[in-house]
């Protein structure tokens, strides 16, 4: 009984090693763009709860302004 038990879990924990590989290269880098995606969402959430978005606007208009845009 104790062998039927830990098939599962052995699956289970193939499955999460299979998504934790999700984008990565043959090398064992990941991709830059699922990088960028996994990071953006908590960067968004602190930059909100921190209120770092007025920082990061004004210095896009700074930039925006010396580009001449």
Request: proline share 6%.
């Amino acid at each position: 009984m104790a062998h039927t038990a830990e098939r599962p879990a052995a699956r289970a924990r193939g499955r999460l090693a299979d998504l934790a590989a999700l984008g990565t290269r043959p090398g064992g880098r990941r991709h830059p763009l699922v990088a960028a995606v996994m990071v953006l969402p908590l960067a968004v959430l602190l930059a909100v709860v921190f209120g770092g978005v007025e920082a990061v606007i004004t210095q896009a208009s700074s930039v925006a302004g010396l580009l001449g845009f």
